[in-house]
């Protein structure tokens, strides 16, 4: 358009004659599209500020090779003026840049060579000079033209062959990310030659070092598991059949002898035929999945049988807390009865039971303590004979009533270990009745001590049947049972073993259970390690400790009336205190309540008071706290009577007001015991 508008404008002005109107506009476009060639690429590629190629030594190859350019055409063009051609000297070097640079290294190279070809050409040097300036220019613009679309053409092309290499390996870059974080990599099989080509994400999930795999088919087929490889070949072939999708989980055995699971996905690929060339898919590492898989089943298998285990131990409860009911009930009708004997013999049934009650109370008790981190130790330098002679004394009678033999074996050398005394007695207490239970009338159960290697062995043997070797460690679980026969002597609630076993460990201890060796039975071994401090005195008698009391002692106290507070939201409870110390000859008044309570009191200014924690609306804290208020009550023995009785329950009642700490169930005795040391 420019050089249209150009010629016209100098023929009609008369510059230029009719006749020269072709030579004229040939030349004009010449020159604007060898301009549209050299410099527009110039102008917009380098505005573009297109980076140069990120390699090293980038620049420095670029500026050698724009002067080595340079240097070529003023050979061409201003030294070489007798050479056949000497023009095409320039383009090795602009095919080389514009493959090297691209596109903006050759616009550069291009315009400098333009730039030198132009000064000598109008100097009348180069082969395109000897024709004056205008016939010298126009075979010199056509030839920069067709050298500057050579070198753009490949310029482009190597721009596109960069980009498109640098968006592969992008690409490859993010799958390469992709496949790692979903710990899966591909894999191609060829199956007419076996070959089998991985990515190298698969190689680790295989167990298999960098380069490890061997590319074959039968290479693949040796790393799966041998309980697996049939159904996976099965699975192949009818892959290859039916051109199904190839889906399968299977396990993995790799060289570093590891087993995996892989989630393997595949898909056949045919010629034109129809006929099965090629598997291509995915293998992904499924291995935490399946572990995870495993462990729930594991932990819902274990809740299935802790549950059974649960309803099981729910039913013994329920038999066990009948079992002592049916008998108290009938005892107390027979204390209705006129004679005598059957009255004392409903009394001795009475207690037993009662007795048999507290202890399972007390199991129960201990356990949820353990279980719950909150029992507390009273260690101190503890004899182990006196706490094996107080365990034998605690059963002595079942022994008896059982006509089985015990013998004792403790050396004469002191064996101390640092205990709670009244817990480790529990402990061998609780091993002998397990013997007891299970050993036949008549038979022969041995409890032997020794010192070995820095520890205390406490054995406790038996001729009973012995425990299969596969319960030697079931029967300390909390809520597991031995084998229960219809004729067994005595019940329980099968945790005896567990308190054993946990009370031991709390010492620093082990309980292990075996068998009792050739001549059957069973045998059970507490390991304890040996005090370090020998105890101040020789021994250290397992005993109750004496009754708190605040109240000086007198030597009729026991003779005094006293007036006695007693409460207690349990109607039942408090009425049977009530008789029982009115029975003694007491004065005694009843509340159900803390309020009733704080009433009475101010009445009836009691001397001792027998108050529940557990009272609805104001607890027996408050109480406490509200009584040592009154000036009726200033002097007053209160006596907590509760069926918490942890250290720190105890050391609550304290600092609540109470002068003493009674564990339910308070036998007669006891109650009647503290009564009677009450100060004036």
């Known amino acids: 358009m420019s050089a249209t508008i150009g010629v016209t404008s100098l023929v009609a002005g008369h510059v230029q004659p009719a006749s020269s109107v072709a030579s004229l506009w040939r030349v004009w476009w010449l020159g604007d599209a060898l301009g549209a060639v050299i410099v527009a690429p110039l102008l917009l590629l380098w505005t573009r500020r297109d980076p140069l190629p990120a390699r090293r030594g980038a620049a420095a190859e670029f500026a050698a090779g724009l002067a080595l350019l340079v240097a070529a055409t003023g050979f061409a063009f201003v030294h070489a003026s007798r050479m056949l051609s000497p023009e095409y000297l320039v383009f090795p070097f602009l095919i080389w840049g514009g493959l090297r640079f691209g596109p903006s290294a050759t616009a550069a190279a291009t315009a400098a060579t333009y730039a030198v070809a132009v000064w000598a050409t109008h100097r009348g040097l180069g082969p395109f000079a000897g024709t004056g300036p205008e016939g010298g220019l126009v075979p010199l613009q056509i030839f920069m033209a067709v050298a500057a679309m050579t070198g753009l053409v490949f310029g482009a092309i190597a721009a596109q062959t960069r980009q498109a290499r640098e968006a592969a390996l992008e690409s490859r870059r993010r799958l390469v990310l992709a496949l790692n974080a979903a710990r899966m990599g591909a894999w191609d099989w060829n199956i007419g030659t076996g070959e089998v080509r991985w990515s190298g994400e698969l190689e680790p999930l295989h167990g298999l070092p960098r380069g490890g795999f061997a590319g074959t088919y039968e290479a693949f087929q040796s790393l799966i598991h041998p309980d697996d490889r049939d159904r996976i070949e099965s699975a192949v072939r009818r892959s290859l059949e039916t051109r199904a999708p190839y889906e399968e989980e299977f396990r993995l055995v790799g060289a570093d002898g590891v087993e995996r699971w892989t989630d393997a996905r595949g898909q056949v690929i045919q010629d034109h035929a129809g006929n099965p060339i090629r598997m291509v898919g995915v293998g992904i590492d499924v291995t935490r999945k399946k572990r995870m898989e495993e462990e729930l089943r594991r932990q819902a298998e274990q809740m299935r049988e802790e549950d059974r285990r649960k309803n099981e131990f729910l039913a013994i409860l329920s038999h066990e807390l009948r079992n002592p009911l049916a008998p108290i009930l009938h005892a107390v009708d027979l204390l209705a009865n006129d004679d005598p004997r059957l009255a004392a013999k409903a009394r001795e049934i009475i207690g037993r039971q009662s007795t048999h009650l507290t202890r399972l109370v007390d199991d129960l008790l201990d356990v949820s303590r353990i279980t719950r981190g909150t029992i507390r130790l009273d260690r101190r330098p503890v004899a182990v004979r006196d706490a094996v002679e107080a365990a034998a004394d605690t059963w002595r009678h079942l022994l008896a009533q059982r006509s089985q033999e015990l013998s004792v074996d403790v050396p004469d050398e002191p064996l101390f270990v640092d205990a709670d005394p009244t817990r480790l007695a529990q402990v061998v207490a609780n091993l ?173 200014r009691p001397e001792i008071v027998f108050l529940d924690i557990g009272l609805p609306g104001m607890d027996g804290y408050d109480v406490a706290r509200a009584l040592r208020a009154e000036p009726a009550c200033a002097g007053a023995l209160i006596v907590a009577v509760s069926g918490y009785g942890q250290a720190e329950d105890r050391a609550r009642s304290r600092v609540a007001g109470f002068d003493q700490h009674l564990l339910k169930p308070v036998t007669p005795e006891r109650l009647l015991e503290v009564v009677r040391r009450a100060g004036a």
């Open 432 to 604: 002998l009745h397990n013997a007891a239970k299970f050993t036949p009338e008549g038979g022969r159960i041995a409890i032997t001590a020794r010192r070995e290697n820095g520890q205390v062995v406490v054995t406790v043997r038996d001729n009973g049947p012995g425990i299969p070797v596969g319960d030697r460690e079931r029967i300390f679980e909390i809520f597991a049972q031995g084998a229960r026969s219809h004729d067994r002597p005595t019940g329980g609630l099968g945790l005896g073993l567990t308190l054993a076993r946990r009370l031991a460990e709390l010492h620093g201890g082990t309980l292990e259970a075996a068998n009792g060796g050739p001549q059957g039975g069973s045998e059970f071994v507490v390991r304890l390690p040996v005090a370090v401090i020998p105890p101040p005195a020789p021994s250290d008698r397992v005993a109750a400790p004496p009754p708190e009391t605040s109240r000086a002692e007198t030597p009729d106290a026991a003779a005094r009336k006293r007036r006695i507070l007693v409460v207690d939201d349990n109607a039942d409870a408090r009425a049977a205190m009530e008789l029982l110390l009115v029975d003694e000859g007491h004065e005694v008044r009843g509340a159900g309540d803390g309020p009733e309570a704080l009433k009475e009191a101010r009445r009836f």
